[in-house]
């Protein structure tokens, strides 16, 4: 069975530039989670979605968003982007909402914001 | 707020060590528990987990006891192994207000020496 694929893995923008990452989770998982890597704030959450809705969400501003679509694939966007949006962005797949079922995390996104 | 401390690193070990990897939470409740390991240039893998206080978690060698009366998590095996060198995360599922949300320790980074 095929893991978390996310799109691109690698990626280069200009602060004001919007961006868009994909992920597609585990054939069968409804459930994605995005969380952000950085070295100063590590791993934060930005948000959950179960069956197209978010259930869950960190504390990010608004530039941060995110989709789900009905093939549970997932993208999150990030608008006016800026220098400390500069980071890792994983995915992560399970079965179900919530947490206490297995996260299967893709390998990231690293994102570089000049 | 629901944190997540854990010992900073760099850990250098020999192989064949005794690991411990400290980790504490505070939060509201009981909530489950979580390490999380991630091997240079890939995502999180789940460890291991515990759900309840008291329930021993354990996977390829590691154990971490959730401690409710010291509010701890700590990582620990009888005999690491160079392929253990890693980065170890501890995160804890709680509650926000935008629903729950995994929360993580900084990262504690591993290196086992020959």
């Known amino acids: 069975k095929a893991g978390v694929t996310q799109t691109p893995r690698y990626l280069i923008k200009t602060r004001g530039q919007q961006v868009t990452l994909s992920c597609s989770p585990i054939?069968?998982?409804?459930?994605v989670s995005w969380y952000q890597q950085t070295p100063g704030q590590g791993l934060q959450f930005l948000f959950e979605y179960f069956s197209e809705t978010q259930r869950n969400k960190g504390n990010f501003p608004g530039r941060f968003s995110g989709r789900q679509f009905s093939n549970s694939r997932s993208e999150m966007n990030v608008s006016t982007l800026e220098l400390g949006d500069s980071a890792l962005y994983l995915c992560?797949?399970?079965?179900?909402?919530?947490?206490?079922?297995?996260?299967?995390f893709g390998p990231g996104t690293r994102l570089t914001v000049l | 707020g629901n944190s997540v401390t854990q010992m900073e690193g760099p850990v250098t070990l020999s192989e064949e060590a005794f690991l411990t990897i400290n980790c504490t939470y505070t939060?509201?409740?009981?909530?489950?528990l979580f390490w999380y390991v991630q091997y240079p240039g890939e995502g999180l893998q789940l460890l291991l987990k515990?759900?309840?206080?008291?329930d021993k978690g354990s996977n390829k060698g590691f154990e971490a006891t959730y401690r409710k009366e010291t509010t701890s998590f700590h990582l620990e095996k009888g005999s690491v192994q160079v392929s253990d060198s890693a980065v170890y995360f501890c995160a804890q599922e709680g509650l926000t207000g935008g629903g729950n949300k995994l929360t993580f320790g900084t990262g504690t980074q591993l290196k086992v020496e020959l």
């Open positions: 515990a759900t309840k206080a008291d």
């Open positions: 054939s069968g998982h409804r459930s």
């Open positions: 939060a509201t409740g009981y909530p489950s």
């Open positions: 992560a797949s399970s079965l179900a909402e919530g947490f206490t079922d297995t996260q299967y």
